[in-house]
């Protein structure tokens, strides 16, 4: 595949509460292209999301809604088995409070991006694919999905007319079936100079080195950084320097 010009950068930020003084969001915010935020119920709450979403406005950073399955304690990265008619609901119910909340401020939502472990499953499993698909339609068909690149979500959120957005990730580690690999592993989380020789490979040549060290294609739409990732903030400004310097733009559209 060819090199990359632009990139779209995203992270996942307003993952906090109220007034909280703990937040990495303003140091990463004017390094990135979109933003997802969180919705509520994996973390959140309304001041939080609305204040985030004046910060992105303030570096004119797209905005997304960051839906998760309903576990506060588990930050959503724990699976959860339920029917589609109660997740899609429950997406429905996230991804319109957010809509509604950007839409208060003149602006306009975006994005989706699903959360955790919602995001894993839905990956590789139609019944929970599905589900997010058609509540993202039932709200605004003109929505893009973030979804893992190569995935099955992908496939289908296409097949169905949606517009999506193939993600990879910059500090993670994958599998040879382009999966992540289970933060469970010590070796799961990609730091400085590894991520930087990964997102090298992204927009070069729009590939990625898996962990038994097979070079597989990978479509590359938008980069993701977690925001918490340890020296998260320091490594939006790295990746930003480090795209100047091979003169890729950074944006969203």
Do not use: W
């Not at 506060?72 to 909340?101: C, D, H, P, T």
């Amino acid at each position: 595949m060819s090199a990359l010009k632009k990139v779209d950068i995203n992270c996942d930020l307003g993952e906090h509460y109220g007034n909280t003084k703990s937040s990495i969001d303003h140091l990463i915010m004017p390094h990135i292209s979109s933003c997802n935020i969180a919705c509520g119920f994996h973390s959140g709450d309304p001041l939080t999301i609305h204040n985030t979403i004046l910060l992105a406005l303030d570096h004119n950073v797209s905005i997304g809604a960051h839906p998760s399955f309903p576990d506060l304690q588990g930050f959503g990265r724990r699976n959860i088995q339920m029917n589609s008619q109660e997740l899609k609901q429950i997406i429905i119910y996230q991804v319109s409070a957010l809509k509604g909340m950007v839409e208060s401020t003149g602006a306009k939502l975006r994005h989706v991006k699903p959360h955790g472990a919602l995001y894993n499953m839905a990956a590789n499993d139609s019944a929970y694919a599905y589900a997010i698909i058609e509540a993202i339609q039932s709200i605004d068909q003109n929505l893009i999905l973030f979804g893992l690149s190569g995935s099955l979500i992908t496939e289908l959120a296409q097949e169905k007319g949606l517009t999506i957005s193939h993600e990879v990730f910059i500090d993670r580690k994958y599998e040879d079936d382009l999966s992540l690999r289970n933060r469970q592993h010590v070796d799961a989380i990609l730091h400085t100079d590894a991520a930087i020789s990964q997102l090298d490979m992204f927009v070069s040549e729009q590939s990625v080195l898996t962990y038994s060290q097979h070079e597989k294609e990978i479509n590359v739409d938008t980069i993701c950084i977690h925001s918490d990732t340890p020296d998260a903030a320091a490594m939006a400004v790295l990746i930003s320097k480090h795209l100047e310097s091979l003169h890729i733009e950074i944006s969203a559209h």
